[in-house]
């Protein structure tokens, strides 16, 4: 493979593996419906009705989507095996698995198709952490004149109307857009300027049925207009059919091009109009009004997933021909089936993967762009345009379980303030102290972040966000950590961030990665000197306002030679690089949690020690609480402003020592988290005149802290690391095969995972550190622990436990190494031996560590060993 190949194709990775642990936004989908109603199932995977929805099976979506739902639940790619399931599994547990698979953290819901036996609005916020309503204008005047008018004589367009906007007045803090579906009625053509007479018959016509359908084209485009005033004077959006969909609707009607009329009327100059359905097959129609319209936003759901896989490549890629890519929006059009969800996600992944990645091959986009870009489509357009935050911008009230939040139009200023919100099942998996809990349907877990809206590049027709906590910022920490695990910041001016640092980084000497935890030099061997330098480039997805300092951002940074080519010793470059290896190869995504271990400190007026642990309680101990419960509840609620969930804490076994189980996350997201509690920890301590430390052994006399790390494997959405009741060990055989690879070596390992010459007087035998070269089952002396979660079966176990992990470690490259590990383990097929149970059965490896201290301390531990020897 020549350099520009491999070039290409590691671009399409990275790419890649962004764009599949982003949490997504659906901005049209609809509600879900009981295994019982009389909607047919094959609906999911076709738009026909009666007679034509036969032929549904021999469509290249149905096969495809067979195939893939197959390979979510485990069953046969066969029609009756797939409803077979679901009747077994019920829709809870159906719901849960799509849901969580699609990894979907906002919900815009139309409620207005009704269908046989649908659940409501506020049963969907049981998988997704924040639903918003959509409101169906027709629906909604359908059901005002369903009613009895006022005053019991019969309606007029007057009472009719007057009617229709105070309802819209009283919905308009719990909405979030409109929608009309006058395409599948009448067609786009619509008549901006209807006289009130042929209002006035057009209703009188369509009262004489019962129940009442509106059909006459004279009504709809009356409402639709009245909608529309409605919608611009109240800055909001209005979702509108367009292109295909049933078969109600005139196709060649349903172009875009037949909105001129509307959108030159300069009533609606300042209008939000999102195009549905991607109006295929007028992919390149809408295209162009949305490049030279500002009113015209656009949204790809129902195409993605309906059409064939070359037929969604060919839609996205004439969507962006044109059309600016922060108005495009992604949707699942999800619908009555929580498959068709998990379906839209997963191909919106793979579609806009191919489409992105083909754009930087071509030279149309930079990587950079390209990321950019992606969050938009998939999240940051939706939440600007939809305005989803706690009204503080538009002065309306959002729903009481609605997230707060404030969006850029794309990522060019994104502040996250994400809170986790989705259930108990989303992605637990272990034991009470690990930061995982039990579940059978585990997977991705969500988040929803605050995000900033940046004026600078803001699309025409969108508005700038006037955010007192933008205006508030006056500086950015760049946050990395160098080889020896050590923290490090630049600090720009917020202005000169927005100006210069986004697109050009700031520069580093290459040797500031060469220095260890106790000179500010480079160490001696390391091969990086005074010359050279990297550019360090803000990772703006991980862009957060300190809770604790609000005058400041922190944002974390990738090291690149030049803009866009990584460095080779970028600890979370490499991490997402093995990462991608092992999805690439062998179609798996490594989840990590976090147990943070770290001492509570006070000064002790004395000479020496100068600190002294914040209290001498026990492990667990309640009472330890006691004295620092408002230090520890500042942690946690800095963290979860953040976007890191601390699932549980207690007290450890040292004085004053504690420790936090942070949620599971993909591999590159839980190393970033770890970088955010230390950080926050130590700096929330210090407001409170406390001294936080995550030094292995601080006291010498006392428990050492560890930064014990959960590991588990998915593939389609499931935890692929858990056997089954009969198999070996309770572990899959990709299980057993990564788990053999990391014990292999082990040794190799420590060198990243435990870098400092204090690492080694933490693992010592008979201190639950990991100071054996074994593996056992709960067995907390072995450094290698698999793990059986509460509410499964004991044969089974769902994660492994590495224990020889500490605070000191730079914990991308400590991740990068056990993933590394891993992979050879699965290419080589390595076995597992038997587990260890007594601790005399165990292979020492004391003796070991102190070779790995001595050649840390002498070398710089990236030279220690080669990620090269593996990949």
């Given at each position: 493979?020549?350099?520009?190949?491999?070039?290409?194709?590691?671009?399409?990775?990275?790419?890649?593996?962004?764009?599949?642990?982003?949490?997504?936004?659906?901005?049209?989908?609809?509600?879900?419906?009981?295994?019982?109603?009389?909607?047919?199932?094959?609906?999911?995977?076709?738009?026909?009705?009666?007679?034509?929805?036969?032929?549904?099976?021999?469509?290249?979506?149905?096969?495809?989507?067979?195939?893939?739902?197959?390979?979510?639940?485990?069953?046969?790619?066969?029609?009756?095996?797939?409803?077979?399931?679901?009747?077994?599994?019920?829709?809870?547990?159906?719901?849960?698995?799509?849901?969580?698979?699609?990894?979907?953290?906002?919900?815009?819901?139309?409620?207005?198709?009704?269908?046989?036996?649908?659940?409501?609005?506020?049963?969907?916020?049981?998988?997704?952490?924040?639903?918003?309503?959509?409101?169906?204008?027709?629906?909604?005047?359908?059901?005002?004149?369903?009613?009895?008018?006022?005053?019991?004589?019969?309606?007029?367009?007057?009472?009719?109307?007057?009617?229709?906007?105070?309802?819209?007045?009283?919905?308009?803090?719990?909405?979030?857009?409109?929608?009309?579906?006058?395409?599948?009625?009448?067609?786009?053509?619509?008549?901006?300027?209807?006289?009130?007479?042929?209002?006035?018959?057009?209703?009188?016509?369509?009262?004489?049925?019962?129940?009442?359908?509106?059909?006459?084209?004279?009504?709809?485009?009356?409402?639709?207009?009245?909608?529309?005033?409605?919608?611009?004077?109240?800055?909001?959006?209005?979702?509108?059919?367009?292109?295909?969909?049933?078969?109600?609707?005139?196709?060649?009607?349903?172009?875009?091009?037949?909105?001129?009329?509307?959108?030159?009327?300069?009533?609606?100059?300042?209008?939000?109009?999102?195009?549905?359905?991607?109006?295929?097959?007028?992919?390149?129609?809408?295209?162009?009004?949305?490049?030279?319209?500002?009113?015209?936003?656009?949204?790809f759901g129902l195409a993605v997933p309906k059409l064939s896989i070359r037929g969604m490549q060919s839609t996205i890629s004439q969507l962006v021909e044109l059309a600016p890519?922060?108005?495009?929006?992604?949707?699942?059009?999800?619908?009555?089936?929580?498959?068709?969800?998990?379906?839209?996600?997963?191909?919106?992944?793979?579609?806009?993967?191919?489409?992105?990645?083909?754009?930087?091959?071509?030279?149309?986009?930079?990587?950079?762009?390209?990321?950019?870009?992606?969050?938009?489509?998939?999240?940051?357009?939706?939440?600007?345009?939809?305005?989803?935050?706690?009204?503080?911008?538009?002065?309306?009230?959002?729903?009481?379980?609605?997230?707060?939040?404030?969006?850029?139009?794309?990522?060019?200023?994104?502040?996250?303030?994400?809170?986790?919100?989705?259930?108990?099942?989303?992605?637990?998996?272990?034991?009470?102290?690990?930061?995982?809990?039990?579940?059978?349907?585990?997977?991705?877990?969500?988040?929803?972040?605050?995000?900033?809206?940046?004026?600078?590049?803001?699309?025409?027709?969108?508005?700038?966000?006037?955010?007192?906590?933008?205006?508030?910022?006056?500086?950015?920490?760049?946050?990395?950590?160098?080889?020896?695990?050590?923290?490090?910041?630049?600090?720009?001016?917020?202005?000169?961030?927005?100006?210069?640092?986004?697109?050009?980084?700031?520069?580093?000497?290459?040797?500031?990665?060469?220095?260890?935890?106790?000179?500010?030099?480079?160490?001696?061997?390391?091969?990086?000197?005074?010359?050279?330098?990297?550019?360090?480039?803000?990772?703006?997805?991980?862009?957060?306002?300190?809770?604790?300092?609000?005058?400041?951002?922190?944002?974390?940074?990738?090291?690149?030679?030049?803009?866009?080519?990584?460095?080779?010793?970028?600890?979370?470059?490499?991490?997402?690089?093995?990462?991608?290896?092992?999805?690439?190869?062998?179609?798996?995504?490594?989840?990590?949690?976090?147990?943070?271990?770290?001492?509570?400190?006070?000064?002790?007026?004395?000479?020496?020690?100068?600190?002294?642990?914040?209290?001498?309680?026990?492990?667990?101990?309640?009472?330890?609480?006691?004295?620092?419960?408002?230090?520890?509840?500042?942690?946690?609620?800095?963290?979860?402003?953040?976007?890191?969930?601390?699932?549980?804490?207690?007290?450890?076994?040292?004085?004053?020592?504690?420790?936090?189980?942070?949620?599971?996350?993909?591999?590159?997201?839980?190393?970033?988290?770890?970088?955010?509690?230390?950080?926050?920890?130590?700096?929330?301590?210090?407001?409170?005149?406390?001294?936080?430390?995550?030094?292995?052994?601080?006291?010498?006399?006392?428990?050492?802290?560890?930064?014990?790390?959960?590991?588990?494997?998915?593939?389609?959405?499931?935890?692929?690391?858990?056997?089954?009741?009969?198999?070996?060990?309770?572990?899959?055989?990709?299980?057993?095969?990564?788990?053999?690879?990391?014990?292999?070596?082990?040794?190799?390992?420590?060198?990243?995972?435990?870098?400092?010459?204090?690492?080694?007087?933490?693992?010592?035998?008979?201190?639950?550190?990991?100071?054996?070269?074994?593996?056992?089952?709960?067995?907390?002396?072995?450094?290698?622990?698999?793990?059986?979660?509460?509410?499964?079966?004991?044969?089974?176990?769902?994660?492994?436990?590495?224990?020889?992990?500490?605070?000191?470690s730079n914990p991308h490259l400590g991740l990068a190494a056990i993933i590394a590990a891993g992979i050879d383990g699965l290419r080589k097929h390595l076995q597992l031996p038997?587990?260890?149970?007594?601790?005399?059965?165990?292979?020492?490896?004391?003796?070991?560590?102190?070779?790995?201290?001595?050649?840390?301390?002498?070398?710089?531990?990236?030279?220690?060993?080669?990620?090269?020897?593996?990949?």
């Amino acid at each position: 493979m020549d350099a520009n190949s491999k070039e290409r194709d590691d671009c399409r990775e990275r790419i890649r593996a962004y764009i599949h642990q982003l949490p997504l936004v659906d901005t049209h989908a609809h509600n879900l419906v009981a295994l019982d109603s009389l909607m047919p199932f094959v609906q999911a995977f076709s738009e026909a009705q009666g007679e034509a929805l036969q032929q549904a099976a021999h469509t290249l979506c149905f096969k495809r989507s067979l195939r893939d739902i197959s390979i979510l639940y485990g069953t046969r790619p066969l029609l009756e095996s797939i409803e077979a399931h679901r009747q077994k599994a019920g829709l809870e547990a159906i719901s849960t698995e799509c849901f969580i698979s699609a990894n979907i953290s906002t919900l815009l819901l139309d409620d207005g198709l009704r269908v046989n036996k649908m659940h409501n609005l506020e049963w969907h916020r049981k998988y997704v952490p924040s639903v918003h309503k959509v409101l169906r204008i027709e629906a909604l005047a359908e059901d005002i004149l369903n009613e009895d008018p006022p005053g019991g004589i019969t309606w007029t367009l007057h009472s009719f109307i007057e009617r229709f906007l105070a309802i819209l007045n009283s919905l308009l803090e719990k909405i979030v857009a409109l929608k009309s579906i006058a395409a599948y009625r009448s067609g786009l053509n619509i008549d901006p300027n209807v006289p009130c007479q042929d209002a006035e018959a057009g209703l009188m016509d369509d009262l004489g049925d019962r129940p009442l359908r509106i059909k006459n084209k004279f009504i709809i485009d009356f409402i639709f207009v009245r909608a529309l005033e409605f919608a611009s004077l109240h800055n909001i959006p209005l979702q509108l059919h367009s292109g295909f969909g049933d078969k109600d609707l005139d196709l060649r009607l349903a172009n875009p091009l037949h909105l001129r009329s509307i959108l030159e009327d300069k009533r609606f100059s300042r209008s939000r109009l999102v195009l549905l359905h991607a109006s295929y097959p007028y992919m390149r129609e809408a295209s162009y009004i949305c490049s030279v319209y500002p009113q015209i936003y656009l949204d790809f759901g129902l195409a993605v997933p309906k059409l064939s896989i070359r037929g969604m490549q060919s839609t996205i890629s004439q969507l962006v021909e044109l059309a600016p890519l922060n108005k495009i929006m992604f949707s699942t059009d999800g619908y009555a089936f929580p498959e068709t969800f998990y379906l839209g996600a997963k191909w919106t992944r793979e579609i806009l993967t191919s489409v992105l990645s083909e754009a930087c091959e071509s030279g149309d986009l930079a990587f950079e762009e390209a990321i950019l870009y992606a969050h938009g489509i998939l999240r940051g357009n939706a939440l600007n345009l939809y305005k989803l935050d706690d009204g503080s911008a538009t002065g309306r009230k959002r729903d009481e379980l609605s997230l707060t939040r404030e969006d850029g139009l794309c990522l060019s200023q994104i502040r996250e303030k994400g809170r986790q919100v989705f259930l108990e099942e989303t992605q637990r998996d272990g034991t009470e102290t690990n930061g995982y809990a039990a579940s059978v349907f585990q997977n991705h877990g969500t988040r929803v972040r605050k995000e900033v809206a940046n004026s600078n590049v803001a699309a025409a027709g969108s508005e700038p966000s006037d955010s007192a906590n933008s205006q508030s910022v006056k500086h950015v920490r760049l946050l990395w950590a160098d080889g020896s695990g050590k923290l490090r910041s630049r600090v720009v001016p917020a202005e000169r961030f927005k100006k210069v640092t986004v697109s050009y980084g700031v520069g580093l000497t290459q040797c500031c990665m060469g220095m260890s935890s106790h000179s500010d030099g480079p160490s001696e061997g390391c091969g990086l000197t005074a010359v050279g330098e990297i550019r360090l480039i803000p990772d703006l997805s991980t862009k957060y306002q300190l809770p604790w300092f609000s005058e400041h951002e922190v944002v974390l940074v990738d090291m690149h030679l030049d803009r866009g080519r990584p460095w080779q010793y970028c600890p979370r470059s490499t991490l997402q690089h093995v990462a991608g290896i092992l999805d690439r190869e062998f179609g798996l995504v490594a989840r990590a949690g976090f147990e943070k271990e770290f001492y509570l400190l006070k000064p002790s007026h004395k000479k020496s020690p100068k600190w002294k642990g914040v209290d001498s309680t026990l492990y667990c101990s309640s009472a330890a609480f006691d004295a620092v419960s408002h230090v520890l509840s500042d942690i946690c609620n800095s963290l979860k402003s953040l976007d890191v969930t601390v699932e549980q804490m207690h007290a450890e076994a040292g004085g004053g020592q504690f420790e936090l189980s942070i949620e599971h996350s993909p591999s590159s997201s839980a190393a970033d988290k770890v970088l955010f509690v230390r950080e926050t920890v130590k700096a929330v301590s210090k407001k409170h005149g406390l001294l936080a430390t995550f030094t292995p052994k601080y006291f010498p006399g006392d428990a050492g802290s560890g930064s014990h790390v959960h590991i588990s494997l998915w593939q389609g959405g499931k935890n692929v690391f858990m056997g089954d009741t009969g198999s070996r060990y309770g572990m899959s055989k990709i299980g057993e095969e990564f788990l053999a690879g990391v014990l292999h070596h082990l040794p190799a390992v420590l060198a990243f995972t435990a870098p400092h010459p204090n690492s080694y007087a933490r693992i010592q035998p008979n201190t639950w550190s990991g100071a054996y070269q074994c593996w056992g089952k709960d067995n907390r002396e072995a450094p290698l622990r698999t793990a059986s979660p509460p509410g499964v079966s004991a044969d089974v176990v769902s994660n492994f436990e590495l224990k020889s992990f500490d605070g000191c470690s730079n914990p991308h490259l400590g991740l990068a190494a056990i993933i590394a590990a891993g992979i050879d383990g699965l290419r080589k097929h390595l076995q597992l031996p038997d587990p260890t149970g007594k601790l005399f059965e165990m292979a020492i490896l004391y003796s070991l560590s102190l070779m790995i201290y001595y050649h840390i301390i002498t070398h710089l531990f990236f030279d220690c060993i080669t990620f090269k020897a593996w990949i």
